[in-house]
């Protein structure tokens, strides 16, 4: 049973450029939240997809969208990216009929913008 | 601003010894949750206790919550060097499982 997945590993790109990261959920679950860990701190939530609606949404710009396929896989956007932008990103998947607030995470992406 | 702050930011022991570490958070929560990251990879997850619970045990792993005072601890017993890691309280405070994160504590546990 594969676990969540995350792509790319790794990424680096140049301020003002846009990147787009994925998601693949665990085997069974149906909703996906994105996070975002700057160096030495914890995670900070993005937002969170449920049906292929954004659900809710933490204090994040504009700058940052995202998405949820029919499969439940996900995808994270930020446009005009900034130095400050450069982070893991956490994607973590929960089951909404499980009520048990548990949720997986994958083993992120790490964006360098220079 | 992140709803838990983890005490003490850093902690070396011992391999053996006992490793605790605290949570405090600002608002009332429907649980808490216990993470752990190893070297800025993806998190683990240990343990949840809900609001109305007082202590919960896993393996080598004690949590307690005291919701009066807003505040929790992660007990690891008999320490073991693969136990290194940053170690995070998470609270959730609506049905719909946001977690809100502290900013951890860096455990290293030398044989």
């Known amino acids: 049973d594969a676990g969540v997945t995350q792509s790319p590993t790794h990424l680096i790109k140049t301020r003002g450029q846009q990147v787009t990261l994925r998601c693949s959920p665990k085997?069974?679950?149906?909703?996906v939240s994105w996070y975002q860990q700057a160096l030495g701190q914890g995670p900070q939530f993005i937002f969170q997809y449920y049906e292929e609606e954004e659900r809710q949404r933490g204090n994040f710009p504009d700058r940052f969208s995202g998405h949820q396929f029919p499969n439940y896989s996900s995808e994270l956007n930020v446009n005009a990216l900034l130095l400050g932008d450069s982070a893991l990103y956490l994607c973590?998947?929960?089951?909404?009929?499980?009520?048990?607030?548990?949720?997986?995470f994958g083993p992120g992406t790490r964006l360098t913008v220079t | 601003s992140q709803q838990g702050e983890e005490d003490p930011q850093a902690l070396s022991i011992q391999e053996g010894e006992n490793a605790t570490m605290n949570c405090s958070y600002k608002?009332?929560?429907?649980?808490l949750q216990w993470y752990r990251q190893n070297s800025g990879r993806g998190l683990v997850h240990l343990i949840l206790?809900?609001?109305?619970?007082r202590e919960k045990h896993s393996g080598r792993l004690r949590v307690t919550l005291d919701t009066s005072k807003k505040s929790s601890s992660l007990l690891i017993t008999a320490s073991r060097a693969a136990d290194t890691a940053s170690y995070f309280c998470?609270?959730?405070?609506?049905?719909?499982?946001?977690?809100?994160f502290g900013a951890g504590t860096q455990v290293v546990v030398t044989p």
């Open positions: 206790i809900r609001s109305n619970e």
């Open positions: 608002t009332s929560i429907n649980n």
């Open positions: 973590a998947s929960s089951w909404e009929g499980s009520f048990t607030y548990e949720q997986y």
């Open positions: 085997s069974g679950h149906d909703t």
């Open positions: 998470a609270t959730t405070t609506d049905s719909w499982g946001k977690l809100q």
